[in-house]
């Protein structure tokens, strides 16, 4: 089709009707929203309890799994994949899709772990301890005593499942080795597992200290992660808005430390942090403070602060939670309003998508690894809800909108426009062939950070310089390293080697 010299090239686009469906508008930008999939109630013996964690499982073969802990101390599974009518009764529903529940602790359980390929998952209670189970038999296989308050999160080491790392209402993170298991049993005959290292006092302000007019400041560690380099921890605290990395080969001071706002005055400085979560590459890093933001740092430029936030949500108790999606396209919050907001990553200053279902306050929210935009919410109302992302196209044209199918079209068809419609093939038979043929046009997908092939060598092998009364077995000598935290000198030292190959930035 000739067109005039005085149109633009955009024009020239539009004309040509890139997209050709019959009977179908032309495709100018793709939409992105959520859809409720599903509702769970949570209760047990007819009685409604409160949610407080949730947690996919992270393999592909149990990806559809959802634990669930509460108030009561319960864990329960549910099988995500089932749907029913919107019309039908979502409390019988719930009972269908529950796979099975047990009580965990005689306290309020605030966290779970997935471990050991999804056979076994920890749990992290009000009475200051940890346990670990299997899932399939519902029995406790190790109990973790150490802390000295509530349990309030738990990480395992990215490639070493053995390892885990926890922190506590007492202020103190600690680190564990499951196979070195003490000879002493709890009064239930469990067996101990004591903590092999740690830090007392990880988050304490003697800003919070001074203004608070005499008020013990709080010491809560209310987040940790283990970050994907294999030796370095995160962690975050409810009396600032200081996050934290240590070296777990070396314990006595951080590697380094930031804040929304280094220069900021203490007034300012003094928002707790409710939750940080990491992406599947973990380049990325969320932290979601009291300051009603979602702050996201890139962990190669630390000192820089963090590179954007995101803010609409109210978040006002530690209860309410935070995460990014494994591949770092969205992040989900809670929010203290009853509603649930999703961000774009690539557009912070865009509205959020508001998911609007609960009654309560909507606490803790997870992503699903398995299946992309897949999400659960858990809120005070006593339910859970489970979303999936949906793509439409939007009929609206706009300027932006042809811009961005321009930049969609290959360069070899670029080319052909810019020169008067002559064409360039590599062969004399593709110069024959429809565009489409030799261009299949394929919906654009979010730009996801690239994975990380992380070698075995590099494992937390490990060594702290063991002081506790724990005795190890023969087996656990044998398959647990002589130190967790000493590894060799040839493995990478700090999270900026781990991505020095990594050249991706926001």
Known sequence: MDTPSSHSLFTHIASRELFRVPKRPRMDGFVSGFNETGLLAVQHNAQHTIPLSLSFCKTSKFGHILAVSDEEGYVTLFDTRRKFPVTSNFEENSEKVKICDWVSHHNAVFDTCWNKEDTQILTASGDQTIKLWDVQEQKCLGLLTGHTG?????????????????????????????????????????????????????????????????????????????????????????????????????????????????????????????????????LFLSASCMDNRIYLYNTLQLEKGPLKSFSGCRIESFFVKSAISPDASNIVSGSSDGNAYVWKVDKPLEDPTILKSHDGEVTAVDWCSSEIGKLATCSDDFTVRTWNKNSYVSSTQCASAIRRRVMAIPSIECKMLLNNGKRYSKTNEDAFLPYDALHPITSPTPITPPKMNISEGNQLSSGLDLNASSEKTPESALKSPSSVLNPPSSLKRTIRDYFLASSRTL
């Open 150 to 282: 509530s349990v309030k999160s738990m990480c395992s080491h990215p490639t070493n499942s053995d390892i885990i790392v926890s922190g506590s209402r007492d202020g103190s993170f600690r680190i564990w080795d499951l196979r070195c298991k003490s000879t002493a049993k709890s009064r239930c005959g469990e067996v101990s597992i004591c903590s092999m290292g740690g830090v007392k006092g990880a988050h304490i302000s003697s800003q919070a200290r001074r203004t608070r007019r005499g008020r013990a400041a709080s010491m809560s560690i209310t987040s940790v992660l283990c970050l994907k380099d294999q030796v370095s921890i995160a962690t975050a605290g409810a009396v600032d808005s200081v996050l934290k990395f240590w070296d777990t080969r070396n314990l006595k001071s951080t590697v380094t430390q930031t804040s929304p706002s280094p220069q900021s005055t203490e007034k300012q400085t003094l928002h707790g942090i409710s939750s940080l979560s990491q992406d599947e590459s973990g």
